[in-house]
């Protein structure tokens, strides 16, 4: 609630969680944490594992924030999340497993699902993100759970999203999945 209050720059440090680089100090920390006798554990917090951070910034921004970041206030999150649409972070998820390779997700499928369902709830605001979804589309490496949120961010984005017509035409009679 407070986030949302605050508007959308206090988004900006939740959104940059999502792309945030392995801590080796989070790392040999947490290692070095659970060599220690249970009697100093309990005065000594466990540091936080550097998944559980970018995880953590997902669920936030998936279930609490990416609906409410709208208006023209919100213009200053494009420069973070249109890159976000192409991202390719291969490090994989320890929640999510796909359900048809029992493999785990690649962190970059949430990267670029929340990043393409925040555009969406900017709605035109976002227009000066429409070539990175045009791109999105072409892009065959979205996962087939997420390919439908770069048309949705199109059309919320309204007219001025027209130019992606012709490629949302192509993927229509490509992809079953993105045409309904």
Known sequence: E???ALGPEAAMP???ALKGSDSISRSLGLKHYNKLPRVFQKFVKPPVENDSVREAAYRVLNLHLSDSITGPESKVLLP???PYLSDQDPRPSLQFVD???HMAIPHREYIRSVSADI???MGPDASEAVPALIEALKDKNWSKYSRYLA???LGRIGP???DAIPTLKQEMEENSQ???
């Open 80 to 82: 973070v999340l249109i």
């Open 119 to 121: 555009l969406a709830s």
């Open 160 to 162: 001025a999203a027209k």
């Open 178 to 180: 993105t045409a309904p």
């Open 151 to 153: 048309p949705r961010a």
């Open 2 to 4: 407070a986030l949302k």
């Open 99 to 101: 359900a048809d390779t």
């Open 14 to 16: 939740i959104l940059k």
